[in-house]
């Protein structure tokens, strides 16, 4: 895009070359009607099922809405505090989940966690929606209740927006609909792998798809095996007594489950570290590199390989694969079977495994030569995935910085 910075009054920090113009500022009812929502009784049942869509704070997850979960009748709008909107009106959200806004494709109705808006005198609805985005923090510092945080109508409408001309504006709306397209059309491509990677898993791993030796020949039947009997070692850590200061703060990277999610396949940093004396008065021990993470508590089943020696707590059960076990193969087969292990984990407040269940699944394992042809097969197919979240996580960004500095 070929933009200028410019610092008049009154314009934003990004801007297109043709256009130089001041941006005018104006009430936000002074562009959109702004329309509440309301529940038709419940309790009638001839208020409900018709035809008309009628949406909820919770159903508000991305830019345009066509269905909504329930739907009422002409009798249910008629006998309700519901309006009716049209095609193109901005739902914003202002009860419960704040400041979520999305484009309407076709007439509907809301419930009152909605005031929304009904663009006029020609502006752009894909404008004001995406400035809507970036005032969604001042919007929930605007709330206020004592039984849920809400704004109501009249606050709505005295918020003061800076809209340029309508052509600017259309300018502006183009550049996101593109850019809200490719990160669309980069999630369908995330979501497609993601899709292929559990249908390939489930054949491999079940045996539905067997990989041929160099030769073309079969490769020998697969092992039943506990996994311990993969391991030269699988032991959980423990943490320090988190009283004693001494502990923490050493050079020792420890790493609690957050890690885990935070990071995904490969864990190469730990965001708390302990000391060698931490270490010596604790249950946890140094896992070396490339061994297999598997979490018990909180993301249950939840699997990691470390790129970096490190301490673990309690929570994780970290695994010494022997020399004749791919330690890919495993990451991968432990992955697959997380859609398995229900059946272990222990019902209370908070369902958990513990060291000996693990160490007690039964896994069927191949010879080391097609466990390699497995896990070289997955994880190119996991490489591309990564690449494609690493390209949706920059148009993501890019966003977020035209969100910033496109508008006033």
């Known amino acids: 895009m070929n933009v200028k ?53 919770t159903e508000i997850k991305t830019n345009y809405v066509s269905k909504s979960q329930r739907t009422i009748s002409k009798l249910g709008l008629e006998n309700s505090s519901a309006k009716l909107l049209p095609q193109g009106a901005i739902l914003l959200t202002t009860r419960a989940s704040i400041g979520d806004t999305a484009i309407t ?33 001042e919007l929930i510092r605007k709330a206020n209740g004592s039984t849920f945080l809400e704004i109501n109508k009249t606050e709505i409408e005295n918020i003061s927006i800076f809209i340029p001309i309508i052509l600017e504006q259309q300018k502006i709306a183009d550049l996101f609909s593109l850019l809200d397209d490719r990160i ?26 067997r990989f041929k ?68 008065n604790s249950t946890s021990w140094i896992v070396p590199i490339n061994s297999i993470i598997y979490s018990m508590y909180a993301s249950v089943g ?35 079977y997380r859609n398995f292990i229900d059946k272990y984990i222990t019902t209370g407040t908070q369902g958990n495994l513990n060291a000996e269940t693990v160490k007690s699944f039964n896994i069927s394992i191949p010879s080391i030569k097609e466990q390699t042809k497995i896990a070289n097969f997955l ?10 979240k690493q390209i949706l996580q920059k148009y993501t960004e890019q966003k977020k910085y035209l969100l910033a500095n496109m508008f006033i």
Not at 25 to 48: F, M, N, Q, R
Not at 131 to 137: A, H, V
Not at 322 to 333: A, D, G, I, Q, R
Request: proline share 4%; hydrophobic share 30%; glycine share 6%.
């Open 105 to 137: 494709l076709e007439e509907c109705t809301t419930n009152q966690g909605f005031q929304s808006l009904i663009i006029k005198n020609d502006n752009s609805n894909i404008f004001v929606l995406n400035w809507l985005k970036t005032i969604k923090d």
């Open 302 to 336: 939840f699997v990691s390989i470390n790129k970096i020696e490190l301490a673990t707590s309690q929570a994780v059960l970290n695994i010494i694969v022997k020399p004749n076990v791919n330690t890919e193969f495993l990451y991968y087969f432990l992955e697959y």
């Open 184 to 209: 669309s059309t980069q999630s369908q491509i995330i979501e497609n792998l993601q899709s292929l990677m559990k249908g390939l898993s489930k054949k491999l791993f079940s045996q539905q798809l």
């Open 213 to 280: 030796d160099d030769n073309g020949k079969d490769y020998p039947n697969w092992e039943e095996k506990r996994l311990d009997e993969l391991c030269t070692k699988a032991k959980s850590g423990g943490t320090p007594k988190s009283t004693v200061r001494e502990y923490y703060e050493g050079e020792i990277p420890f790493l609690s489950i957050s890690d885990m999610t935070r990071q995904g396949k490969y864990l190469f940093s730990t965001e708390k570290t302990i000391s060698k004396q931490g270490l010596d």
């Open 5 to 57: 910075s410019k610092q008049p009054k009154n314009v934003p920090n990004l801007r297109f070359p043709e256009f130089e113009e001041e941006w005018e500022v104006h009430k936000l009812s002074d562009i959109a009607d702004i329309v509440g929502g309301g529940t038709p009784d419940t309790t009638k049942e001839d208020y409900w099922n018709g035809k008309i869509q009628w949406f909820t704070p």
């Open 379 to 388: 994880f190119a197919i996991d490489e591309k995935l990564e690449t494609e």
